[in-house]
């Protein structure tokens, strides 16, 4: 099981860092991606990261301005979000993939419950 945190309030410009722990498995063997959904939208992809970390994907909307990151022994992947946006503003969710792709919803198997961002302008 994937549980998501560390969404909340914040004002233009600022920053959120958001946290997946993993339970019941590992999932270092796993691509990792966060996701969003803004009200009336399609769940659109974030950013990804590699098994061994070594490799990082992100939506051009984000780039330069979030960090995903993963620590395996700890079964945990963050998003470090800066210079946020109210276009930023949705539920974020968490993924796991066996890898076979990246971007698309269809690609991960293990999905968290979700967490709130909310950027005022």
């Known amino acids: 099981q994937l549980q998501a945190s560390g969404g909340g309030l914040v004002q233009a410009g600022g920053s959120l860092r958001l946290s997946c722990a993993a339970s019941g498995r590992s999932f270092s063997n796993y691509v990792m991606g966060w996701f969003r959904q803004a009200p009336g939208k399609e769940r659109e992809f974030v950013a990804a990261?590699?098994?061994?970390?070594?490799?990082?994907y992100y939506a051009d909307s984000v780039k330069g301005r979030f960090t995903i990151s993963r620590d395996n022994a700890k079964n945990t992947v963050h998003l470090q979000m800066n210079s946020l946006k109210p276009e930023d503003t949705a539920v974020y969710y968490c993924?796991?993939?066996?890898?076979?792709?990246?971007?698309?919803?269809?690609?991960?198997?293990?999905w968290g419950q979700g967490t709130l961002v909310t950027v005022s302008s």
């Open positions: 990261i590699s098994w061994g970390g070594a490799t990082t």
């Open positions: 993924a796991a993939g066996s890898g076979r792709g990246i971007i698309g919803t269809s690609n991960y198997d293990y």
